[in-house]
């Protein structure tokens, strides 16, 4: 059974930090990019960023240079490390195994004062 769970959401305050980590299983993790994408009520789900199974991130220009993602493919995860939140960053972030229909749950991101 594919299991994709996301960890690490949370509140936190504008110019803050949160990594969320999503464990995946039941499937050869290895050979699928894995992304991150996020929503907001009334709005599609967009893409964030994937990373290759060669390690090679890609990210949305709104996020570059204050998100960073990452893999561990000893450990099924992937990773989104997000510095400097500001309120626009505020979300539910969905884990994504690339062109499948694997979803997470979802782990919410909110950034307030």
């Known amino acids: 059974q594919v299991q994709l769970v996301e960890s690490g959401g949370g509140l936190v305050q504008p110019g803050g930090s949160l990594t969320l980590s999503c464990a995946a299983s039941?499937?050869?993790?290895?050979?699928?990019?894995m992304g991150w994408y996020r929503q907001t009520p009334g709005k599609e789900r967009d893409w964030v960023g994937s990373?290759?199974?060669?390690?090679?991130?890609k990210l949305v220009d709104s996020v570059r240079g204050r998100f960073t993602i990452s893999r561990d493919n000893a450990k099924n995860t992937v990773q989104l490390q997000m510095n400097n939140l500001t309120s626009e960053d505020t979300a539910l972030y969905y884990c994504?195994?690339?062109?499948?229909?694997?979803w997470g749950q979802g782990t919410q991101v909110t950034v307030s004062s």
């Open positions: 039941g499937f050869d993790f290895t050979i699928w990019t």
């Open positions: 994504h195994c690339v062109n499948s229909d694997y």
């Open positions: 990373v290759a199974v060669n390690g090679r991130p």
